[in-house]
């Protein structure tokens, strides 16, 4: 059995930030709260929580003169301001691509509808949505183009101005900008690909991956947006493709003897699972005499 590592496996800049600079705010001995999961990794979120980091929902959880995390998502400007009336320390990790799209679109808004092409839920979103303005839609799937037209329509805008979120399928955005090019035709229409660099190697490299291996492992939270895009992906070049959590969704999966695996993870996993899912799966090869069950989620 073979097992390769992905090169870019793990936290993405911008997420490693996110969590250095909250073990050092914990360190100090008072309550941290970040608002929203600081990642979409348990693990990561309860060790955090285990030092004394509080996760809340709302500035208004947050106690007056207290100390706020602003994870790698980013927030509204609603946000700020909410904060700045509860004199909040405010300790801000917006991943810095994730800052240049909110300095794009409020230079853009004023002259361009603005389109952000990404999940309609994820945080990331919702934050550069309160960045956009009033005349701004977001796009998800070629449902939502007309939906996003008829916006356009009430505007007496000419321009449209296409976003993404950083870690979108790099695929998928090009489909969805070039029906948005043909549907808005008679708008001048510019394409910005803001799909972070890091998310761009990393699904072309699970790509290649996945069509040279017998079994892909997925690693990564079951909320994290990017880590599906990669067990999708994979998938579709490899039909043995595993999403697991931890080692402990190593149960059942069946691999052969000289099956080539190749294990890839999400920009919110940390590099410790990666390596405990390696060590799991090398130890129960070993211990099985070369009759391998594995991990069936």
């Known amino acids: 059995m073979e097992i390769t ?6 936290f993405c800049p911008g997420v490693g930030l996110a969590v250095k600079t909250a073990n050092e705010l914990v360190k100090q001995g008072k309550p941290v709260y970040c608002l929203g999961e600081i990642v979409h990794n348990s693990q990561v979120i309860q060790d955090l929580e285990n030092k004394g980091m509080v996760t809340v929902n709302s500035v208004e959880e947050v106690p007056e003169n207290a100390t706020m995390l ?14 700045k009336q509860k004199n909040l320390n405010v300790v801000d990790v917006t991943c810095s691509n994730v800052k240049l799209i909110h ?63 950083t870690t979108f399928s790099s695929q998928k955005f090009d489909e969805l900008a ?23 190697d990393r699904q072309l490299e699970v790509r290649k991956m996945a069509k040279e291996m017998d079994a892909m492992i997925i690693v990564g939270g079951k909320k994290s947006s990017n880590t599906r895009k990669l067990y999708e992906l994979a998938e579709q070049s490899c039909p043995k493709t595993f999403y697991v959590q931890t080692s402990e969704d ?15 993870a999400g920009a919110s996993t940390p590099k410790e699972v990666i390596d405990e899912i390696k060590s799991e799966i090398e130890r129960k090869w070993e211990g099985s005499g070369n009759s391998k069950k594995l991990a069936r989620i």
């Not at 790698?72 to 609603?78: D, K």
């Not at 839920?121 to 956009?132: K, S, V």
């Not at 008679?186 to 660099?197: F, G, L, N, P, S």
Request: some cysteine; proline content about 2%; aromatic content about 8%.
């Open 5 to 10: 590592v992905a090169k870019n496996a793990g």
């Open 70 to 83: 602003i994870r790698s998502h980013g927030e509204p400007p609603i946000t700020y301001q909410k904060a």
């Open 103 to 165: 300095d794009k679109v409020e230079c853009e808004k004023a002259n361009s509808f603005i389109i952000l092409i990404g999940v309609k839920n994820h945080p990331e979103m919702m934050a550069t949505f309160g960045f956009a303005g009033e005349n701004a839609a977001i796009i998800e799937t070629e449902d939502d183009i007309l939906d996003a037209y008829q916006a356009y329509e009430k505007t007496n805008l000419g321009s449209v101005y296409v976003v993404s979120q």
């Open 178 to 200: 070039e029906e948005i090019v043909r549907n808005f035709w008679e708008a001048e229409v510019k394409i910005d690909k803001t799909i972070c660099r890091t998310t761009e």
């Open 250 to 264: 190593l149960e059942n999966i069946l691999m052969d003897e000289n099956d080539k695996i190749g294990i890839a």
